[in-house]
């Protein structure tokens, strides 16, 4: 895709200094500028780059003012930053704006699907697959009987969408991801061996959610696991069956939460941290990097460690831990004195 400096100002509402006919087709970094590019400058300890940057267009600040000559061509506007966000979401709405069915694909003859719809070669709905407005389905996804999914919604290649999922509008799925496998649901016999307890409920993901790649979400053994509006999962998470997490809670890579758990609104949870089944963690907590949580949490607290403390005496034992060896030469010096 080709735009010049003059359409990118349109875009953003902002104007031009230099050549409005110059062309650029690639997005860089201004210290990896070169011709045909484009490139921004928010913040000031980049500012010397935009002297030699070989970008062709540069986004600035409207207060930016050279202190000699520039080769590349402004876009002055309110806000550098935002609009080369802006400008972002702009190309990959442009870039993804596939409509049509490839070949070849599976429909049953009781998928529906609403307007500007796209599915990609190899792909496969079953029966009573109910599909909105404007969604996008990329090559090699599965999706099983009785899914519902909204409008708006982007769904990466190599997906699997298990039976009864529910999504909802504006969601990402991205690739590799496992919506509605079997929760981990075993009941031991008397001779020690395992029987598998059916998975019989769905998951369900309300408007606005986000879901890395390579993440599996579990299915409910009963009701459903639920991801409520706004949640935004990372890449490598497992979710098990019958979680529950609440609007606006994000969950960086690598974290597992165990079956049945319930997770408050606006957390923040770090990679790599495990949560065991069967408690209630709260609105508003912070969960650092690699902590083990084994208990209910209340609202706002912050915790890290495994098993986790809070954050300030988490901090203020591990002060002592350091300096254990240190406490231990004392002591023994002590004893020897005695």
């Known amino acids: 895709m080709i735009f010049t400096a003059s359409q990118i100002a349109g875009i953003l509402e902002g104007d031009v200094e230099g050549n409005p ?50 080769e590349t061509t402004l876009i002055k506007v309110d806000d550098a930053y935002k609009s080369f966000s802006k400008l972002l979401e702009y190309y990959n709405q442009v870039k993804n704006n596939k409509v049509g069915i490839e070949e070849p694909v599976f ?14 070669a190899f792909s496969y709905l ?9 969604v996008k389905i990329y090559p090699n996804v599965y999706i099983g009987d009785n899914v519902t999914i909204g409008n708006n919604v982007v769904i990466f290649a190599g997906a699997k969408i298990y039976s009864e999922t529910l999504i909802g509008n504006n969601c990402v799925v991205h690739s590799g991801v496992v919506l509605g496998a079997d929760g981990f649901g075993f009941a031991p016999s008397e001779n020690g061996e395992y029987i598998t307890v059916p998975q019989t409920g769905n998951v369900i993901l309300e408007d ?14 009963l009701g459903s696991t639920i991801l409520r509006k706004g949640v935004k999962l990372d890449n490598q998470i497992q979710i098990a069956h019958n979680v529950e997490i609440g609007e606006h809670t994000v969950i960086a890579a690598q974290t597992g939460i165990a079956g049945s758990t319930k997770i408050g609104k606006y957390c923040k949870i770090g990679g790599q941290v495990g949560i065991v089944g069967h408690i209630i963690i709260g609105d508003r907590v912070k969960i650092q990097a690699q902590s083990g949580i084994g208990r209910n949490v209340k609202d706002d607290e912050i915790l890290q460690g495994s098993p986790a403390l809070n954050y ?14 240190k406490i231990i030469n004392r002591l023994e010096h002590i004893e020897k004195k005695d």
């Open 126 to 134: 079953g029966n009573n697959v109910k599909i909105g407005d404007n």
């Open 312 to 325: 300030g005496d988490y901090n203020k034992s591990y002060v002592h831990f350091k300096n254990l060896p």
């Open 208 to 221: 606005n959610v986000d879901i890395g790649a390579g993440t599996t979400i579990d299915r409910a053994t």
């Open 21 to 70: 006919e110059i062309a650029v087709h690639k997005l860089a970094k201004i210290e990896e500028g070169e011709k045909g590019a484009l490139t921004f400058l928010a913040n000031p300890k980049y500012t010397s780059f935009i002297y030699t940057t070989k970008a062709s267009v540069t986004i600035v600040n409207r207060d930016f003012v050279p202190d000699h000559h520039l």
């Open 107 to 120: 429909r049953a003859d009781t998928a529906t699907h609403g307007k500007d719809f796209y599915l990609g």
